[in-house]
């Protein structure tokens, strides 16, 4: 009797589906255009969402992408393990041919970016280093205790590195989400969702506070560093208005919007991301990427300093291809949005972490870079999964 009147348990999934979580991160990045003064920019936002929308909806209609069952095929973890540390013997190769000893003496965020500029050769290979290493803990047997553990400490040395020493942060979030798609890919108790999502607001906390003083922490100490926070520390710092990065992502829109009404439509700088893989040496010339563009159209000081702005998806969509290429491509990212959903309980759970990691940051991204994430971060592992699957 007790049984039939007991609250049964409400279980749900850690990660939203990600149709939802491009809305999201949409709103967040350009919280300033939404609540801004300009009907057009908002207008451009909005139809961006209205794309993904459509696009999921007609996910239903028009189905060219078929994600095999479960019960269809298993996988070969002992080829994946090996094709793992593989993978992260080149990222740990590129690393180590990039950065010398000199590094974890300190140097500037700023400088640190100015250095990368030139190197995209050896750089599209950082990634392989945390991918390796997941794609070796997601095949270990769960009862292979010692592997995970190990696994785990160099991906939290790995993270460390990253963030205290280099002082970036989206590395930190590539793993943490990667690592939640491994381990919680089944539904859990929505009070355990909860007390999660709380975690999680207080890493946007600590990243947040992490951006307005990571170029102070590379001159002090931490204890003075913490006594700058509380001496310096406003509710702006973590606010979404002028807090957080969305404020330059909607500074972007704003003025691309501003420059094709002025200038008419710039398809070249298209070019830029389409060949963004090829060295210059190779081309005898560059073509500029949006975000090198942009800088150097709106900020040619900074750009002259070899220092650049993110991009912003809405904002090139608009510069290609005014309102129709907002359409457009927001259609083609709410169709992938099925398919990533479809990864979710699957085995290709590496491959659903990083898009959904592509999903938190696609406001800031330019076409360059997805297109680099897509060559270098996801083939990559679907090569490997694809590698090792065996029909039953």
Same mark, same amino acid.
């Given at each position: ?17 990600? #149709? ?50 479960? /019960? ?33 003496? &300190? ?160 398809? /070249? ?15 005898? !010339? ?16 900074? #750009? /002259? ?19 129709? &290429? ?28 990083? !898009? ?10 330019? !076409? ?25």
């Amino acid at each position: 009797m007790n049984q039939m009147y007991s609250r049964k348990k409400i279980k749900i999934h850690l990660i939203p589906r990600s #149709h939802f979580l491009l809305i999201g991160t949409l709103i967040v990045y350009y919280w300033n255009t939404l609540f801004g003064n300009s009907l057009i920019e908002k207008v451009a936002v909005i139809l961006f969402i209205l794309g993904i929308l459509i696009g999921r909806f007609y996910s239903n209609i028009i189905p060219i992408f078929r994600v095999p069952n479960l /019960s269809e095929t298993r996988i070969n973890n002992l080829l994946v393990t090996r094709l793992g540390l593989f993978i992260a013997g080149i990222g740990l190769f590129s690393h180590l041919l990039y950065y010398d000893l000199s590094v974890f003496q &300190g140097i500037e965020y700023s400088e640190n970016y100015i250095n990368s500029r030139g190197k995209g050769y050896i750089t599209v290979f950082f990634d392989w280093l945390p991918i390796g290493m997941l794609l070796t803990i997601s095949a270990s047997n769960r009862k292979n205790k010692w592997m995970i553990f190990v696994i785990t400490v160099l991906l939290l040395s790995y993270c460390s590195f990253y963030f205290l020493i280099l002082m970036k942060r989206r590395q930190v979030i590539l793993v943490l989400i990667c690592l939640v798609a491994i381990f919680l890919n089944k539904k859990i108790n929505i009070k355990h969702v909860i007390s999660m999502y709380l975690l999680a607001f207080g890493g946007y906390f600590i990243f947040s506070l992490f951006g307005r003083v990571r170029e102070k922490f590379q001159s002090a100490s931490f204890l003075e560093t913490l006594s700058y926070i509380k001496d310096n520390f406003s509710i702006e710092w973590i606010s979404l208005n002028n807090g957080f990065e969305g404020k330059y992502i909607s500074m972007i829109l704003s003025d691309t919007m501003g420059y094709v009404d002025a200038n008419g439509l710039n398809i /070249s700088v298209l070019f830029g991301a389409l060949t963004i893989i090829i060295p210059r040496s190779l081309l005898g !010339f560059k073509f500029l990427a949006f975000p090198d563009w942009y800088t150097f159209i709106f900020h040619p000081y900074e #750009h /002259s300093l070899n220092i650049g702005y993110a991009g912003s998806i809405v904002a090139e969509s608009y510069l290609y291809f005014s309102w129709a &290429g907002i359409l457009l491509f927001s259609i083609i990212i709410g169709y992938t949005s099925k398919v990533v959903d479809l990864l979710r309980e699957r085995k290709h759970n590496i491959i659903y972490g990083v !898009f959904i990691y592509i999903c938190t940051i696609l406001p800031r991204l330019d !076409f360059g870079s997805l297109i680099i994430m897509i060559l270098f971060t996801l083939l990559p592992i679907f090569l490997v999964y694809k590698a090792s699957v065996i029909r039953n």
